[in-house]
């Protein structure tokens, strides 16, 4: 029965098996049904002024000729359109949107298509403590617009003795760009997605942070507690100095990128045992180096590179030369919490230079793109799609 189908894949909490997934592809009614049930959702989290759940849920009822004896399921189904839908895995959703064949019969579309997926339900920053658990913000951390820059946001961690010593980790969502002040007056910039783990003042012989994405810092001077930001196994080390991490996994012995902007940092790896790896010797980095771990972590490369991407980024742009359109259009997705589909297979061997402010309006970046004249993009259902 479809109803019992729907069900088990759009409850909230469910995992979604390869042969659902399968199913979905195939049966045009159980699609449908997924649909419902997510629109339905994304209307609740729009807010809609004239949206009535009951009704949707009757209209459901109805379209899927569904039991409405049967108590339990119909609350369930109420139960997964008042939670929006949101435990659903976006690989789901992605496969009752984007895979099976639209509705005019144009050509399909395929999982690998997918550049980037937003994620519409979680629109606001989550600071969970040292266990896992979630706090009250307001109690930790000062937040304010940056009035200078739109979509920028400045987060102050409040630094009061009469806050129990702890370790929390802030993860910032995709759509908007935050910038962390830590108590020894350090600045963070973090790209969209990424987060941060600190502890909520600085004690002991070191200022440590632990970073997972990418992130700019602009370090506060302190000879006497040098700054150290851990991604994965990997440790840089400064006294004040400015730098950009890009991380690629905190499970991963790897921090993918170090590239020192200004003052000097040290690089080195710790083995797994949390001894320093004697395979990995250290390296010291002079302004505009960039330190890279090879995926044998075997050694760490060091190599001149134009810091301007960096800075520029800092400073509010978008700044890409050379890249590949691929690397482009995940960025763009990033920052504006909007899904990528692209169907030009050719987006990994199309090299571009692109420059933009970061606040600017999605369509005038649509435009900068199509005047590449490399790729015809366009934004449609509040996704960007490439051809």
């Not at 045009?28 to 759940?53: G, M, P």
């Not at 369930?76 to 639209?102: D, E």
């Not at 969209?192 to 012989?205: D, H, K, L, Q």
């Not at 050694?299 to 800092?314: A, G, L, Q």
């Amino acid at each position: 029965m479809i109803t019992e189908e729907v069900l088990d894949i759009m409850e909230p909490g469910a995992s979604v098996s390869e042969q659902q997934k399968q199913k979905l592809k195939e049966d045009a009614d159980l699609r449908q049904a997924c649909e419902d049930i997510h629109i339905a959702a994304h209307l609740l989290r729009q807010q809609k002024e004239d949206f009535d759940v009951e009704e949707k849920l009757e209209q459901f009822n109805k379209n899927h000729q569904f039991q409405i004896n049967h108590q339990h399921r119909k609350s369930m189904v109420r139960r997964m359109i008042l939670a929006g839908g949101i435990a659903v895995a976006a690989a789901i959703l992605w496969v009752v949107f984007f895979v099976h064949p639209s509705i005019d019969g144009s050509s399909k579309k395929t999982e690998t298509d997918l550049l980037f997926a937003a994620n519409e339900d979680a629109s606001q920053p989550v600071l969970t403590n040292s266990k896992g658990k979630p706090v009250d913000m307001a109690t930790y951390l000062d937040m304010a617009e940056n009035p200078t820059t739109p979509n920028s946001t400045v987060v102050k961690v409040i630094d009061d003795e009469t806050i129990p010593l702890d370790t929390l980790r802030l993860t910032i969502p995709y759509g908007k760009d935050y910038t962390v002040e830590l108590p020894d007056g350090s600045k963070v910039k973090l790209r969209p997605g990424s987060r941060i783990s600190y502890p909520t003042r600085f004690v002991g012989s070191n200022r440590q942070v632990a970073l997972h994405g990418e992130a700019y810092f602009m370090v506060a001077k302190d000879e006497k507690k040098p700054f150290v930001v851990k991604t994965g196994n990997v440790y840089t080390r400064v006294l004040g100095t400015e730098f950009n991490i890009k991380a690629k996994n905190e499970h991963e012995m790897s921090a993918s990128e170090i590239t020192l902007v200004k003052g000097s940092v040290e690089v080195w790896a710790m083995s797994s045992n949390g001894q320093p790896s004697k395979a990995l010797s250290r390296k010291v980095l002079k302004p505009g180096q960039q330190a890279k771990l090879n995926t044998q972590f075997t050694n760490i490369y060091v190599e001149e590179v134009d810091t301007d991407p960096y800075t520029m980024w800092r400073d509010g742009y978008f700044y890409f030369d050379n890249i590949n359109m691929r690397e482009l259009l995940l960025a763009i997705g990033q920052r504006y919490n909007m899904s990528v589909v692209c169907h030009n297979k050719d987006i990994e061997k199309l090299r571009v230079r692109f420059i933009a402010e970061r606040d600017s309006n999605i369509n005038y970046i649509i435009e900068k793109i199509n005047g590449l004249g490399t790729v015809d993009a366009s934004v449609e259902d509040g996704h960007i799609v490439v051809r």
